[in-house]
């Protein structure tokens, strides 16, 4: 019996239906009125009103997240508005790192064989275990700041490479914090509007520098990499 394989035209007619019953639902069921720009303001307030207990909760959240494969930028945006620029990225760069952490050590300690199962077949995994072999903390930092393998598979990844912890953790922190930083002045400089006609152009001047060196950090360090290798 011949397995079928889906097509590009198929992958994009379920794309579409998805899409259309995650809309539909939205306005079935009123969703929209518990996204509101009001509403998430009632969230943030009632997340700081807990006071430690909410931060707790937050970091919590991000690192599980993570951990489940969901996307770190929501989470991030969420602790941007809650606990203003500083802060929030303090907070969201602790907690993407602490559920980056935890799937590191799942992955070393904890559910090794089944976790090396399942990713034994991946292309990226055999990729990123020997560019740890070659190039050490560097295949890090271009794996995080180049998004072309999912974070959430680095993080397992790394796990079952040779590469400490520490090394793995502190590169990671390192890569994390542009990033955080650059959609959390994004959506306070938005948020603040003309408000502060005069800090919100210095958000936008910090959040450009950011962008433009994160864009040239991997493309720096592969050249780097290149004359070392002559």
């Avoid at 259309?20 to 509403?39: G, P, Q, T």
């Avoid at 303090?90 to 993407?96: I, K, N, Q």
């Avoid at 295949?139 to 490479?161: C, D, E, F, K, S």
């Amino acid at each position: 019996m011949k397995k079928r394989h889906l097509n590009k035209k198929h992958i994009l007619l379920i794309a579409v239906m998805v899409i259309s019953i995650f809309i539909w639902v939205l306005y079935k069921y009123e969703i929209w009125n518990f996204i509101s720009i009001d509403y998430l303001r009632k969230f943030t307030d009632k997340i700081q009103a807990l006071g430690w207990l909410g931060l707790l909760l937050y970091l919590l959240s991000f690192a599980i997240g993570t951990m489940l494969f969901l996307p770190s930028v929501p989470f991030a945006l969420l602790g941007g508005i809650t606990y203003g620029t500083v802060q929030g990225i303090t907070y969201a760069v602790a907690g993407d790192l602490l559920g980056a952490s935890m799937a590191f050590i799942i992955a070393r300690y904890i559910g090794r064989e089944r976790i090396e199962k399942r990713l034994r077949k991946s292309k990226a995994f055999h990729e990123i275990d020997e560019g740890v072999k070659q190039d050490g903390w560097r295949i890090v930092v271009l794996t995080r700041m180049v998004p072309v393998i999912p974070h959430w598979l680095q993080n397992y990844a790394y796990g079952l490479t040779s590469i400490s912890f520490t090394t793995y953790a502190f590169v990671s922190l390192l890569c994390i914090i542009p990033g955080t930083a650059v959609w959390i002045f994004a959506v306070n400089t938005v948020g603040r509007g003309q408000e502060d006609a005069k800090r919100t152009m210095i958000y936008l001047g910090i959040a450009s520098v950011l962008i433009i060196a994160v864009s040239y950090l991997p493309k720096w360090i592969y050249k780097k990499k290149r004359q070392g290798s002559k």
